[in-house]
């Protein structure tokens, strides 16, 4: 069954680029389009205001196109094919992905421009189906698990190295209480002074003028930061 689905839509797609010539590619190019367009959206909606990437959602109204037309010259010359993956092997990306969210964003602008590509609009149609549903669920299924409300992220504390020697051994009982799930992640000592960094998966109402003021008393820290990250800090 399954390869006979498959070739169904190998001879759907040979049949449609044959048949529709420039009007097809250019429809297919369009329709690309308009899904890195969607792409984008959803990114923009559901990520780009919880978290600090690359950025790399600006890319993919360039990208969706270019891969479309990239891959229906493919087809078109086997030759051609050969030079372009010779072509291809030399590019690099110059900018890092920081979120995972972006790598699957990318794969989704990918998996579209080659569906538009191979003319399988019903396959492209499948594709948002499923990403606009998980991304929806997403949330309430986080929730469900008990991770709603909670904020995760990393505690950076500055101190004297004989402050940490005589009072460190109290910190990590201090903050499971204040913060909940804590795990030291760090410690460096570099003249005369300590840093020390914990990921926490903190509790909701977190009171943060109190946390500072018991870390203080204790240890007499000189600095004391908290970087937070999304939901669920630690797993």
Same mark, same amino acid.
């Given at each position: 069954?399954?390869?006979?689905?498959?070739?169904?839509?190998?001879?759907?797609?040979?049949?449609?680029?044959?048949?529709? &010539?420039?009007?097809?590619?250019?429809?297919?190019?369009?329709?690309?389009?308009? /899904?890195?367009?969607?792409? *984008?959206?959803?990114?923009?909606? !559901?990520?780009?205001?919880?978290?600090?990437?690359?950025?790399?959602?600006?890319?993919?109204?360039?990208?969706?196109?270019?891969?479309?037309?990239?891959?229906?010259?493919? *087809?078109?010359?086997?030759?051609?094919?050969?030079?372009?993956?010779?072509?291809?092997?030399?590019?690099?990306?110059?900018?890092?992905?920081?979120?995972?969210? =972006?790598?699957?964003?990318?794969?989704?602008?990918?998996? $579209?421009?080659?569906?538009?590509?191979?003319?399988?609009?019903?396959?492209?149609?499948? %594709?948002?189906?499923?990403?606009?549903?998980?991304?929806?669920?997403?949330?309430?299924?986080?929730?469900?698990? &008990?991770?709603?409300?909670?904020?995760?992220?990393? %505690?950076?504390?500055?101190?004297?190295?004989? /402050?940490?020697?005589?009072?460190?051994? /109290?910190? =990590?009982?201090?903050?499971?209480?204040?913060?909940?799930?804590?795990?030291?992640?760090?410690?460096?000592?570099?003249? &005369?002074?300590?840093?020390? $960094?914990?990921? !926490?998966?903190?509790?909701?109402?977190?009171?943060?003028?109190?946390?500072?003021?018991?870390?203080?008393?204790?240890?007499?820290?000189?600095?004391?930061?908290?970087?937070? /990250?999304?939901?669920? &800090?630690?797993?």
């Amino acid at each position: 069954m399954n390869g006979a689905l498959i070739e169904s839509l190998s001879q759907s797609t040979t049949a449609r680029a044959a048949g529709d &010539g420039l009007w097809g590619i250019a429809l297919a190019l369009v329709i690309s389009t308009v /899904a890195a367009a969607l792409a *984008q959206l959803l990114y923009t909606i !559901f990520f780009e205001k919880r978290a600090t990437g690359s950025q790399i959602q600006r890319s993919f109204l360039l990208v969706g196109p270019s891969i479309t037309l990239l891959f229906i010259c493919v *087809q078109l010359s086997l030759p051609l094919s050969l030079g372009l993956l010779g072509a291809l092997s030399i590019i690099r990306f110059r900018v890092p992905i920081k979120e995972p969210e =972006e790598v699957g964003f990318l794969m989704v602008v990918v998996a $579209s421009a080659i569906a538009c590509a191979t003319y399988s609009y019903v396959l492209l149609a499948m %594709l948002f189906v499923i990403v606009i549903g998980t991304l929806l669920l997403r949330r309430p299924v986080s929730a469900l698990l &008990g991770g709603a409300g909670r904020l995760g992220g990393l %505690l950076l504390i500055t101190l004297p190295d004989d /402050a940490y020697a005589a009072h460190g051994a /109290a910190l =990590e009982p201090l903050l499971l209480k204040r913060l909940g799930r804590v795990r030291l992640e760090s410690v460096t000592s570099r003249d &005369g002074v300590t840093n020390l $960094s914990y990921a !926490f998966r903190g509790r909701p109402g977190i009171a943060w003028a109190d946390v500072k003021r018991d870390i203080a008393s204790i240890c007499r820290a000189t600095a004391v930061s908290a970087l937070f /990250a999304r939901q669920g &800090g630690i797993q």
